[in-house]
């Protein structure tokens, strides 16, 4: 069973920074964040795959980045110029081909205006 682990998340003011971190047991081809608040679906705002090719959410190009480091096997996102709208829980999520199967249990981000 591959397990993520994040960290990082916490408490911000509004266009200060914050990075995320998740640590995954075993090596994943795709590695991506999803974001969720409540009432509404989660939505994906990053991923990365085994080939490099990333792929962002509208609402957060040019101010989140992904990255990973495939020797740690850790996964990173890293958040600037954040917002108030940022606000939601984080997910981490990976997968050995396609789709994601794999699911962390979530970081608490808040942007306090």
């Known amino acids: 069973q591959v397990q993520l682990t994040e960290s990082g998340g916490g408490l911000v003011q509004a266009g200060g920074s914050l990075r995320l971190s998740c640590t995954i047991s075993?090596?994943?081809?795709?590695t991506g964040w999803y974001r969720q608040v409540p009432g509404k679906e989660r939505e994906l705002v990053a991923s990365i795959d085994g080939a490099g090719d990333v792929e962002y959410a509208d609402s957060v190009k040019g101010r989140f980045t992904i990255s990973r480091d495939n020797a740690k096997n850790t996964g990173y996102l890293q958040m600037n110029s954040l917002k108030p709208e940022d606000t939601a829980v984080y997910y981490c999520?990976?997968?050995?081909?396609?789709?994601?199967?794999?699911w962390g249990q979530g970081t608490q981000v808040t942007v306090s205006s």
């Open positions: 999520a990976g997968g050995r081909g396609p789709k994601y199967e794999y």
């Open positions: 075993q090596r994943t081809w795709k």
